[in-house]
């Protein structure tokens, strides 16, 4: 399905001091404006896709801004996987498809998923029982993954989270591929080692569905 992507939505700290303290910890990432109390961070080392490094990071965020952190993992569009920590503790984890590199297990139902820890970490007022119903859905549809990018937009819109957390990570950004929501310009870039300059590419593959190129986006260094 050729959708991967990772990142983490923090609720609390602003966007310059969290660009600074990725700074200080030796992180490449891009960090969004600051939206309804949101920000979020687009790391490189998580392209990899690893989950210990992942937590990691994300625990190191939640216990510095004493604050929840989810990190958010979508693995070839078929599954979703999340971690939540919340002052550095981890709270839940979640995984769509627990089956999806066991071979004759692409059956096995969804673990994790607490919609009532996601709701007291991120959306007090959100509706648990549809958040419920988003996770615990099944992953199969006719022998065929739903994609897991429409999944976790489901979820962002139910706990009312920024739509720019769906559908990129870092390397599509430095690409020139601008989140859904956000402005030319907007991010900014924790600039322990400075990227090139670049320009958006419009032959870049999409990762994911209706993305526009962003036009002009700067990465604002100069800024920390």
């Avoid at 896709?49 to 801004?65: C, K, N, P, V």
């Avoid at 569009?77 to 071979?103: C, I, K």
């Avoid at 956000?182 to 870049?204: I, Q, Y």
Wanted: glycine share 8%.
């Amino acid at each position: 399905m050729d959708v991967f992507y990772a990142n983490i939505t923090l609720r609390g700290p602003e966007q310059l001091e969290t660009a600074a303290h990725l700074n200080r910890c030796e992180r490449l990432a891009f960090v969004s404006p600051e939206v309804n109390g949101h920000v979020v961070v687009y790391e490189k080392r998580m392209e990899d896709q690893d989950i210990g490094d992942m937590s990691e990071l994300a625990s190191e965020l939640s216990s510095h801004f004493s604050c929840p952190a989810l990190a958010v993992l979508v693995h070839d569009d078929a599954m979703l996987w999340y971690g939540l920590h919340d002052r550095g503790e981890l709270m839940d984890q979640y995984n769509s498809t627990p089956g999806y590199f066991v071979p004759g297990k692409r059956e096995l139902r969804s673990t994790g998923g607490n919609s009532e820890a996601l709701c007291q970490a991120f959306a007090p007022e959100a509706d648990r029982r549809a958040i419920h119903e988003v996770l615990q859905a099944p992953a199969l549809q006719r022998g065929r993954y739903k994609p897991a990018s429409e999944r976790h937009a489901a979820l962002v819109e139910a706990l009312a989270a920024p739509r720019f957390s769906v559908g990129v990570g870092y390397m599509a950004i430095s690409g020139g591929l601008l989140p859904v929501g956000l402005a030319p310009g907007s991010l900014m870039h924790s600039v322990f080692l400075r990227p090139p300059a670049f320009e958006p590419s419009v032959s870049m593959k999409v990762v994911t569905r209706a993305l526009p190129v962003g036009a002009g986006l700067a990465v604002p260094g100069h800024q920390l």
